[in-house]
């Protein structure tokens, strides 16, 4: 198992029994986003407006970059609190590493009771420009919320949270599940139940709400008990 359990600085609670930190591939990110990096760098130099800055461009984007985006990821941290999915990235070096240039730390966390899906996207094709593309090797989890989605200049999904090279993702994603699941238990309740509507009936069919129920038990947000519940509830009401 590639977590750890601790108390949790990055919470501001040192007592906090619930909090748990997750690892990283680090050597394997800092690869892969470098060589992704680097090959969108060598497009830079068809601008002919490059070439007056070339110097500098050279200087940070393939001298520096390696090191860039190693105090980016090794600054980056993700972890489960009794709030949500805690993801920060602490202070480092960006650009021509001058003081002035400084990334400041930036840490989001995303409710539980806002989740509506947490899922694995495991690597497969490549990544980059036509000309130099690179292979796709670290796994992703993807956390959507309902106010999450469109898609980007590149036509990509847009997610709440993306969580790139954790040792051990699917247990991340179990995790969350669980957290969830817990999270509804003490009575806040989710976005998961209100994605999934289970009220008699809703103006639903039959076959769409049973797909609703099944979903719900795949992801193992409800006990085979309480979908033999739901089911009979279904068709009772048919």
Same mark, same amino acid.
């Given at each position: 198992?590639?977590?750890? *359990?601790?108390?949790?600085?990055?919470?501001?609670?040192?007592?906090?029994?619930?909090?748990?930190?997750?690892?990283?591939?680090?050597?394997?990110?800092?690869?892969?986003?470098?060589?992704?990096?680097?090959? *969108?760098?060598?497009?830079?130099?068809?601008?002919?407006?490059?070439?007056?800055?070339?110097?500098?461009?050279?200087?940070?984007?393939?001298?520096?970059?390696?090191?860039?985006?190693?105090?980016?990821?090794?600054?980056?941290?993700?972890?489960?609190?009794?709030?949500?999915?805690?993801?920060?990235?602490?202070?480092?070096?960006?650009?021509?590493?001058?003081?002035?240039?400084?990334?400041?730390?930036?840490?989001?966390?995303?409710? *539980?009771?806002?989740?509506?899906?947490?899922?694995?996207?495991?690597?497969?094709?490549?990544?980059?420009?036509?000309?130099?593309?690179?292979?796709?090797?670290?796994?992703?989890?993807?956390?959507?919320?309902?106010?999450?989605?469109?898609?980007?200049?590149?036509?990509?999904?847009?997610?709440?949270?993306?969580?790139?090279?954790?040792?051990?993702?699917?247990?991340?994603?179990?995790?969350?599940?669980?957290?969830?699941?817990?999270?509804?238990?003490?009575?806040?309740?989710?976005?998961?139940?209100?994605?999934?509507?289970?009220?008699?009936?809703?103006?639903?069919?039959?076959?769409?709400?049973?797909?609703?129920?099944?979903?719900?038990?795949?992801?193992?947000?409800?006990?085979?008990?309480?979908?033999?519940?739901?089911?009979?509830?279904?068709?009772?009401?048919?």
């Amino acid at each position: 198992m590639s977590k750890t *359990y601790r108390n949790d600085p990055l919470n501001n609670d040192d007592s906090d029994p619930e909090t748990q930190t997750y690892e990283f591939n680090r050597a394997d990110v800092i690869k892969f986003e470098t060589e992704l990096a680097r090959a *969108y760098s060598w497009l830079m130099f068809i601008h002919p407006l490059t070439w007056i800055c070339c110097p500098c461009v050279c200087y940070q984007n393939f001298v520096l970059l390696e090191q860039n985006t190693s105090d980016r990821v090794n600054a980056t941290q993700v972890s489960l609190t009794r709030d949500g999915i805690r993801y920060v990235v602490d202070r480092h070096k960006k650009g021509c590493r001058m003081d002035c240039e400084d990334q400041g730390k930036v840490s989001k966390t995303v409710s *539980y009771r806002k989740i509506t899906d947490c899922d694995v996207t495991e690597p497969a094709g490549k990544s980059g420009p036509c000309c130099c593309m690179v292979k796709n090797t670290l796994s992703r989890v993807n956390v959507d919320t309902a106010s999450s989605g469109g898609t980007d200049a590149q036509g990509n999904r847009i997610y709440e949270l993306s969580i790139v090279g954790l040792k051990d993702p699917v247990a991340f994603k179990k995790d969350v599940w669980e957290r969830i699941r817990e999270d509804g238990g003490r009575g806040g309740g989710t976005a998961v139940a209100a994605a999934y509507p289970m009220e008699r009936g809703g103006g639903k069919g039959v076959v769409e709400r049973m797909e609703e129920i099944q979903t719900l038990k795949d992801k193992g947000l409800i006990t085979e008990k309480e979908f033999q519940e739901k089911r009979g509830a279904i068709l009772n009401d048919a």
